[in-house]
């Protein structure tokens, strides 16, 4: 019926008027203006920092309607710009470094276009082949793995044939034979031992590992798959900060991090340290851990946060 488009529409504005619009003007501070959040440590199980109060995290970026919400977050000085600087792929990397796999090494060396090269894969085509829905499926694919998904996973996230799903899966398996045997080898080691560990040591714990309940051992086989992925590039951004902010001093600059969202660092910088900014912040970020694949960080800056990002 026609009025369910008007429904969804108006549940999706409803949500950023509540939630963002209202629920940040509630929490700017009267002595400065400004929003502050919270960055908890400890709060999640893979080690990625959490914002809190308000979480800043979860600012739309899909919808523009959402997007628009970032013409709000602007710097906090006059003729000053925001610098946003992110991770390119950092899971999918990591995975490249721990499992080995010479294919997936190779694309990342090469410089190519992961999704394009997955696709290629996949499909079995020339890379001049790939179209644009081709790369939509591949880049759920390889994301997908990470996450242990199933076929039924796929099939629901693209709307396609079960039957369909696997197939993919299992082209992508047997093109990248190194993933295949990373996932099982990293599930066999949670099972003798208990727990994963990232690339930095961190441990997880995963007592349902061998549970005789199907679903618990399922989710904890998944989380081990992915945990040392997704905590390794968790890892890695914070020692980038660390970095960073050790860096910013050297260099006796005005520019201060104000946020990191996951794989993404965002700064205000005056508009005389740009210049200065886009030589040092990717340097720092791609040289924070050494991996057998290159680290690669792309970066825009603008007056608001939505032009930077």
């Known amino acids: 019926h026609e009025i369910v488009k008007h429904i969804l529409q108006y549940r999706t ?3 950023l008027q509540s ?12 002595e400065d203006s400004k929003v502050h959040t919270r960055y908890q440590q400890a709060l999640t199980s893979t080690g990625r920092l959490s914002s809190t109060d308000p979480n800043l995290q979860n600012i739309p970026i899909r919808l523009e309607e959402g997007r628009k919400i970032r013409q709000a977050f602007v710097p906090s000085q006059p003729d000053w710009v925001l610098f946003a600087a992110d991770y390119s792929q950092i899971e999918l990397r990591v995975l490249a470094h721990m499992c080995g796999d010479e294919a997936l090494v190779d694309a990342f060396k090469k410089g190519m276009d992961i999704h394009t090269r997955t696709a290629m894969d996949v499909f079995k085509v020339e890379a001049k082949q790939v179209d644009s829905n081709m790369r939509r499926v591949a880049k759920a694919v390889n994301f997908g793995i990470i996450y242990g998904i199933s076929d039924y996973g796929l099939s629901q996230n693209l709307d396609i044939t079960r039957k369909e799903a696997a197939t993919f899966i299992e082209n992508y398996l047997a093109s990248f034979p190194g993933v295949k045997g990373y996932m099982d080898s990293i599930v066999e080691q949670a099972k003798k031992h208990g727990y994963v560990t990232t690339i930095l040591n961190r441990r997880r714990y995963l007592p349902e590992i061998n549970s005789s ?6 989710f904890a086989e998944r989380t081990a798959m992915n945990t040392p992925i997704q905590g390794s590039a968790a890892d890695i951004i914070k020692k980038a900060m660390i970095h960073m902010d050790a860096r910013l001093r050297e260099e006796n600059m005005q520019a201060k991090l104000l946020l990191q969202v996951h794989d993404e660092l965002i700064f205000e910088a005056p508009q005389h340290e740009i210049e200065k900014l886009e030589q040092i912040v990717p340097e720092v970020m791609e040289s924070a851990i050494k991996l057998n694949v290159p680290l690669k960080v792309d970066y825009s800056y603008g007056p608001t946060w939505y032009d930077a990002k």
């Open 13 to 15: 504005l409803a949500k």
């Open 19 to 30: 939630t963002y619009i209202e629920g940040l003007q509630n929490v700017v501070h009267c």
């Open 213 to 218: 309940n199907f679903n618990l051992r399922s």
